[in-house]
């Protein structure tokens, strides 16, 4: 693993693009889309063209043609910035078939087709560094921006239809950024991993914008294969991740906690248990007696602090998990080492979180108050409602308009389901569109349900059914990683997941987790049956968003066979 460091000629190299961006024609107003992978280039490009008023917009690198064909159409992009030949293979079917694209800004010359005038070259572009006549304009261009106009944009994944642009504003951001900082504060200069894409209104914040606002320093990781290595090696003070990463590494330790010999699990389970014990008191707000207190640090030193030094997190003073719910036994599972991960919750519609969790207002499945300055509230259905300075300018509409996304009182209606207690503090139930009917008229979460079988480390993905049905069913995707090494560990010779789908151990099993399900949940919200399906879903498949949300409606039409013979 190699590292590169460009924070001293940062902004040099954002300079030298931006005058090439402006040559090209880009002006203030204007709509880019960036289709390039983790890199630096891919940070210098989005500064550029916020430099120059534009409004930069990162593709998902799972998108088809026809979606990028969508989103091109939709915004208008008058410039499109390329890495390489995987980018391009997916552009060129629909490239000449946009009309407001006036260049395409390559990484990789080599794809560049021979007298084609739209195309410029990102080396020639930034020229090898800032034109000094260019300086005075960079700095008028600079000082043009205000804090309502429209800085970036972010697609909504489109779970539920079209995806949406999402235009926000500097106020947006960097109130989001501020406040964050505000409420947990971290050492100066900060150290950070960036791996989740650009596309995504967390590393947006966290990747790009909070470190400028904090000057932080950000180490980018290229896949998320390369997670853990990366997170050793920088060792973050903070560090966001949406459930299934939380998920993993927490199976990930499961397996290496459950290989110790008798003697050393107990140690550690008394170490496991303190912590726990203490974070739940803290979050209660009772006082935490100090011998107690004393016997948690000398524990945690002494045996958790070594196991989360070997996933990079051992210096990490904020952990947090978003963009959808997490399973409890995981958070429990983390916090037990020492780990606590504090849930937030907000929209790309409120440039991040709206929501915060902290060590006064821990609460398993609880996403936290509100942050400095935002307001929550419930309607009178449950939906939650955030008013305040983070939320978004509004949708842009084809015309190149913004269309406001508040009612008349400037409330954000977020489309979940939600409580908020006395303390203020928000607990998210469910999605507004995703509540599930029965037949008998009954409301259902789905997720609360799903989140109690993701909880196993079989299990990746799944899907609780029954609208306008008599009962409820689950369709079950076993976890690539996962499944094998529960294979294996169980003396089962097959690691092929379909094989495993079937087997009679691995169903077993899963009849135990539905069984333990079923005993906490209401009767009505009891899994009857379920299904295990044969592959995995990911974004490519299109089951999931590039988010890894799912695609209801997709698992719906495509599993139509399977969920009838459930109710057969």
């Known amino acids: 693993m190699s590292w590169k460091s460009i924070w001293a000629g940062l902004r040099e190299e954002v300079a030298a693009l931006a005058r090439g961006l402006a040559g090209l024609g880009l002006r203030r107003g204007d709509r880019m889309l960036i289709s390039m992978s983790h890199r ?16 930069s917009c990162t593709t998902y690198d799972t998108l088809s043609s026809e979606q990028l064909r969508f989103l091109a159409e939709h915004s208008a992009a008058a410039v499109v910035v390329v890495e390489g030949p995987q980018q391009w293979d997916r552009w060129r079917p629909v490239i000449d078939d946009l009309p407001s694209l006036r260049a395409i800004v390559v990484l990789d010359e080599q794809i560049i087709p021979d007298g084609d005038e739209r195309f410029a070259g990102y080396a020639a572009l930034r020229g090898g560094g800032a034109d000094p006549d260019f300086a005075a304009e960079f700095e008028e261009l600079t000082d043009a921006a205000t804090p309502d106009a ?36 971290l050492p100066e200069h900060p150290r950070s991993v960036s791996y989740l894409p650009l596309a995504h209104i967390a590393e947006r914040v966290l990747g790009i914008y909070r470190p400028i606002c904090g000057a932080g320093h950000v180490t980018i990781c290229a896949g998320q294969a390369e997670l853990v290595p990366t997170l050793v090696a920088a060792r973050p003070h903070s560090f966001f991740g949406v459930p299934r990463v939380w998920e993993k590494l927490a199976a990930g330790l499961q397996a290496k906690l ?4 008798s003697g050393q699990r107990a140690a550690l389970d008394e170490a496991r248990e303190l912590s726990l014990r203490v974070l739940r008191q803290r979050g209660r707000g009772a006082e935490v007696p100090a011998e107690l207190e004393a016997r948690r640090k000398e524990l945690d030193e002494a045996l958790l602090l070594p196991i989360r030094a070997a996933i990079g997190l051992d210096a990490a003073l904020r952990s947090y998990s978003g963009a959808a719910p997490i399973p409890i036994a995981v958070l429990e599972l983390l916090a037990g080492i020492g780990l606590p991960v504090y849930e937030v919750w907000g929209l790309s519609e409120t440039s991040g979180a709206s929501t915060v969790t902290n060590g006064d207002t821990f609460t398993l499945g609880a996403v936290g108050r509100a942050l400095p300055g935002i307001e929550v509230a419930t309607a009178e259905d449950g939906e939650l409602l955030v008013r305040g300075p983070v939320v978004f300018l509004g949708y842009l509409r084809p015309d190149g308009g913004v269309e406001d996304g508040t009612d008349e009182d400037g409330w954000f209606h977020t489309g979940d389901i939600g409580v908020v207690d006395e303390r203020g503090v928000v607990t998210i139930t469910d999605r507004k569109k995703e509540l599930i009917i029965t037949a008998g008229g009954k409301n259902i979460a789905p997720a609360k349900v799903e989140a109690m079988l993701r909880a196993h480390p079989l299990v990746a993905q799944a899907v ?11 369709l079950v995707v076993l976890d690539e990683e996962a499944a094998p090494a529960w294979a294996e560990a169980h003396g089962i010779g097959t690691v092929d997941l379909a094989e495993l789908a079937c087997h009679p151990d691995v169903l077993a099993e899963l009849d135990a987790l539905v069984d333990q399900a079923n005993q906490v949940l209401a009767r009505v919200e009891q899994i009857k049956k379920y299904r295990v399906l044969p592959h995995p879903w990911t974004a490519e498949s299109g089951e999931l968003t590039p988010k890894l949300s799912l695609r209801r409606r997709v698992v719906a039409e495509r599993y139509a066979a399977e969920i009838d013979r459930m109710y057969a």
């Open 464 to 474: 609780a059914v029954g609208d306008r049905r008599p009962y409820l069913t689950a």
């Open 150 to 185: 429209p800085l970036s944009m972010v697609y909504t994944s489109g779970t539920t239809g079209e995806p949406k642009g999402v235009v926000l504003s500097h106020r947006n951001v960097i109130h989001e950024s501020l406040t964050l900082d505000e409420l947990a504060p």
């Open 40 to 55: 630096p280039e891919h940070w210098v490009a989005d500064l550029a063209a916020a430099h120059v008023g534009a409004v």
């Open 258 to 261: 459950d290989a110790l010999p």
